[in-house]
């Protein structure tokens, strides 16, 4: 089934898009199951096959792991079916987010006990530091991309929207990828939701379970950094999202990180928890709370910049991050090095020895 609906909203385009069109570019569209890259497939399907394109189209999707819905694969699937296209599924090779995060927690720990970094750091990712889509989503799909069309300019279609965000308001419809060899597309840049939703339903399509069946307003992980309250709260009440919301919660107590900064997953459906993990979540926000305030102690020319460390710390500076480090690695059970004046000495003067290494190098 492949005809166009009728009174559609028109997609957004550019010159260098439609010029990549009309020579046979390869255009191959991001779906994660979500409603907007679903109507961006439907929506840019349509208007390769009214201007004729005769490259190659494919759907592909970056598969997170245990944080993805049941559903999600399912209704990429079924896109691929209705387009009669190819669905490519990439997969990092290091595991999913879960595996992520809790890889990057325990290089938190190494790199904390072994004074390479002055300051704990959080196991989630942030809206201002996505690493789950840089390194789980953008990363793999492009190899994948740049593999598949060697030497070829393709076209890479996303599902964003202006709406959804000022800073997606700002960005452009089309612009060059870093490389030179793709074009990132935004053909429904200025697509409503309400547009969205009736362009999937006008396909015969079904959105994604989670917007009909658990009333979601947004659809990616099961529990995203990024949600509101409201759709966290829904999605704790899947019943395919208990072992997973345990799992986060149980990193939180470990790190003494909340999933959003300051909201706490364990918050959203205690519920969900024995007695026994509500106990540990009450002990984890205890020491979390005493982290941030002996860690406030570290002066600010003390903190980590890029190319640290950049100078030696004087004796009084020594003495606080002694202090400092002695106390946190007590609090979270951290078998750490370098915890008097005179170790630290010595460990700064060997990692600034080995920055002007790399620098000669």
Known sequence: MDCTIQNSPAIATTPDIEALIGAGAPVAIGVSGGKDSQAAALAT???????????????????????????????????????????????????????????????????????????????????????????????????????????????????????????????????????GHAYSWRPISNWTTAEVFARIEASGLAAHEAYTRFALSRVSCRFCIMSSMADLTAAAGAAESHDLYRHLVDLEIRSTFGFQGSRWLADVAPHLLSDAMRTDVDCAKQK??????????????????????????????????????????????????????????????????????RQAA
Request: positive net charge.
């Open 45 to 179: 399907f349509d208007h390769l096959n009214e201007v004729g394109h005769r490259g190659p189209r494919v759907l592909i999707h970056s598969d997170l792991g245990s944080v993805e819905w049941n559903d999600s694969l399912p209704t990429c699937e079924r896109l691929a079916a209705h387009r009669g296209c190819e669905l490519i599924i990439v997969r990092r090779k290091a595991g999913g987010m879960v595996e992520r995060w809790e890889s990057r927690w325990d290089s938190s720990v190494r790199r904390y006990a072994n004074l390479e970094t002055v300051t704990l750091v959080l196991p989630w990712s942030t809206p201002s530091m996505r690493f789950c889509t840089s390194e789980l989503k953008t990363h793999v799909i492009g190899a994948e991309l740049r593999r598949r069309y060697k030497g070829q300019t393709y076209i890479n279609v996303t599902g964003v929207r202006r709406e959804e965000s000022v800073a997606r308001a700002k960005g452009s419809i089309a612009a060059l990828e870093a490389g």
């Open 288 to 357: 979390a709370r005493a982290r941030i305030e002996i860690e406030r102690r570290i002066t600010k020319p003390m903190l980590y910049v890029k190319g640290w460390p950049t100078r030696m710390l004087t004796d009084d500076e020594a003495s606080i991050l002694a202090d400092v480090r002695s106390e946190i690695s007590s609090l979270l059970d951290i078998e750490s090095q370098f915890t008097d004046v005179h170790s630290i000495h010595g460990r700064y003067a060997q990692l600034m020895m080995a920055n002007e290494a």
